[in-house]
DNA sequence: ATGGTTGACTTTCAA
């Protein structure tokens, strides 16, 4: 079962740029983030016509995450517990039923800039809330992929240039000290245990702005986090870089695992 | 220090 994650920025000005890359890559499943689309604006038939089950968490105008998949989707649940008030659309969960089923967990967390104040906020009660329930999937002993867009640069090899982003929410120790507290539970870093003495990258967003993306002045901030039953079965992991380069790219690109389930 | 770009949606915010 190929798993993957990609932050589309917008599904209206993505949709050939993603129907491309699925027509490649490969995947039996990809969880979307920032679709910026309600739900009944999500190009449902477009996906399902070529073949995917389609489950959508959507909101006017941000934020927003969706799954895509061949395989059957069950058990599927919208929000991240913790806070009945919270009404931004930013994690949605489903169980895929391959070989074996495994449990997916899609999240965009909050960017959390400017720093300080009310986004920052925010981003470390929504860290904690997911920090709860990573605990809970832990706990059905099955295999679990927690993956998505976290917004946060866990070191300073996962930025071209760290002395950029020591201000910024995405790499602030609180940040990174709250990604690495949920880490610690037990999860497994895909994509970095791919190359663990990799001294910078790979990097899995670049920026719009200022030539970023031809300086490769990137981050690594989208992640996929795998139960041990998960990493038991992890037979390969990448990051499509080339995703970058096409026509009307998003900011960021796929990242994926290949499990033997 | 500033600026640079894109998307959604109205004119400005979010990233």
């Known amino acids: 079962m190929k798993i993957a994650s990609f932050n589309i920025n917008g599904i209206k000005a993505r949709i050939e740029a993603l129907t491309s890359w699925l027509a490649g890559a490969d ?31 959507g909101q006017k105008g941000f934020n927003g995450v969706a799954i895509l998949s061949r395989l059957p989707l069950e058990d599927v649940s919208r929000g991240l517990p913790g806070d009945d008030s919270d009404e ?40 904690e809330r997911l920090r709860k329930r990573a605990a809970e ?11 998505g867009d976290y917004n946060v640069i866990p070191e300073a090899r996962d930025a071209a240039k760290p002395e950029k982003w020591v201000d910024d929410a995405l790499f602030l120790p609180q940040s990174r000290a709250a990604l690495r507290a949920i880490q610690w539970q037990g999860w497994t870093d895909a994509i970095r245990i ?30 996929l986090l795998l139960s041990p039953q998960a990493a038991d079965l992890m037979v390969e992991t990448g990051v499509d870089r080339d995703a970058r380069a096409g026509d009307k790219p998003s900011d960021h690109v796929p990242v994926w695992v290949r499990l033997a389930a």
């Open 27 to 57: 995947v039996d499943v990809v969880v979307l983030q920032e679709i910026k689309s309600v739900d009944e604006g999500f190009p449902r038939d477009h996906f399902s016509d070529l073949g995917w089950n389609v489950e959508t968490h």
């Open 88 to 127: 931004q659309a930013r994690y949605i969960e489903a169980t895929v039923m391959g070989d074996q089923a495994v449990r997916l967990a899609g999240l965009y967390l909050p960017n959390g800039n400017p720093v300080p104040g009310p986004k920052y906020d925010y981003k470390l009660a929504w860290m």
């Open 194 to 223: 791919r190359e663990p003495w990799a001294q910078r990258g790979p990097f899995t967003f670049w920026d719009y702005q200022a030539g970023a993306w031809n300086r490769d002045d990137g981050i690594r901030i989208d992640h």
């Open 137 to 147: 999937l832990l706990d059905l002993e099955m295999p679990v992929v927690m993956l």
